[in-house]
């Protein structure tokens, strides 16, 4: 029996056409054309595009889409792969990064780091630490912060005495004021994020495991 190529399947947001990753290119381009002209569909749907694990340059995705779009009925939304391209893996390891600063972060001073950063000091007034990652402060902050400055929404800032002028997360900002009492008033570690309506949120530090459980990594205890 002919080994199926093309996978379709219906959802409530359209169809997915899963393309075998292992046959020849040629021989997929074949049945995926068949499948297409069978038609059987009355009205313009999205399509949701897998390639699984086969890499595709862009002229034959392109070539898969156009495929895919020309008779009109199906538009391909997105194209998933499990492939990633050299640029986004050295994007990945960099962000995976976690960096020591041992010191005072003066004013006038900036301190940067591609991925995480630990900051083993004060950030005195006018001082900037920006990191691809989320920013640890052991120590007073009382500077600016940007955390996840390429755009990751998921980096937090927390420092020991929590006191900055400005608190950035991706592209989202943040004035501090004394019209936040819980920042300015709380006696604990608190925790600054990316709350689930897209605004920088506040909480007590204890928090962030269930804020962000991908950075608990427990060695013993409970």
Known sequence: ???????????????????????????LLDELENKI????????VDVHLDIGYRF???????????MVEHSGKMHVLHVHSEVISLTECNEQVQASIRDTYVGIVRSGQIVKASGDIIIIGDVNPNGRVEAGGSIFVLGNLKGLVHAGISGNDSAIIT??????????????IDVMSNEKPFVTEQREQIVAYIGENGVIAYDRLQ???NLRPFLHS?????
């Open 37 to 44: 002209s069978e038609g059987g569909i009355d009205n313009k």
């Open 218 to 222: 427990a060695k013993g205890g409970s």
């Open 207 to 209: 928090e962030v495991r």
């Open 159 to 172: 420092a020991s005495h929590f006191e900055p002028t400005h608190v950035y997360i991706s592209d989202k």
């Open 56 to 66: 595709l340059t862009v002229e034959q995705k392109n070539e898969l889409v156009q």
């Open 1 to 27: 029996m002919k080994k199926q190529l093309v996978h379709i399947k219906g959802t409530k947001d359209g169809l997915v056409l899963r393309l075998d990753d292992s046959c020849a290119y040629a021989d």
